[in-house]
């Protein structure tokens, strides 16, 4: 049962991503070839990015940190697995756990002090609390993911992704 669900929450976390950066390279195509081919740029595009960007960077930031495939330096892992792999394993973790939860608190306080003063986009006159809170809430859903497969698989992020891609074709 956690598996399927911890799959299905990985899965529309990449398509949410994926799409939101397919959608992203698509407009700032045809935003340089309007405005270069046809001498005409699409309104707004700049701030439709920034709000796709948030989308991308923070469900692919949950994706990613669920099953903990962030970009690491390596140098001294051989060392530390030697005399304190678990003390590591825990520490990162941890870290993990509580930047999520900093990150996540302060993302929604800026969120709701921008929603209380209703400021907007200067093109679009967009509200600029959506960006935030966006931000807060798929903060929000990665921070469950890496809780729960923290406590599923006990810290051991490997055994996590063995379970996970085990069809062994790189797909949860």
């Known amino acids: ?5 911890f799959l299905l929450a990985m899965r529309l976390l990449g398509i949410v991503s994926s799409t939101a ?3 992203m ?6 935003d340089v070839i309007g405005r270069y081919g046809f001498h005409h740029s699409i309104f707004g595009t700049a701030e439709i990015v920034e709000y796709l ?10 994706f990613t940190t669920a099953t903990n ?42 969120g709701l002090d921008l929603y209380g003063t209703d400021k907007r986009s200067t093109v679009l006159d967009l509200p600029l609390w959506v960006q935030p809170i966006g ?13 729960s497969g923290v406590l599923w698989s006990r810290g051991h ?16």
């Open 21 to 23: 950066l397919l959608a």
């Open 25 to 30: 390279m698509l407009l700032t195509f045809a």
């Open 53 to 62: 960007m948030v989308i991308t960077i923070f469900a692919g930031l949950a």
């Open 1 to 5: 049962m956690f598996r399927r669900l």
């Open 69 to 110: 495939d962030h970009i690491t330096i390596t140098m001294f892992d051989g060392f530390i697995e030697r005399h304190a792999a678990d003390l590591r394993r825990w520490s990162v973790v941890l870290f993990s756990v509580f930047s999520y939860l900093l990150v996540t608190v302060e993302l929604l306080r800026y």
């Open 135 to 147: 931000a807060a809430v798929l903060l929000l859903v990665g921070g469950v993911l890496l809780v």
């Open 157 to 172: 992020f490997d055994l996590l992704r063995r379970e996970l891609f085990r069809n062994g074709d790189g797909v949860p």
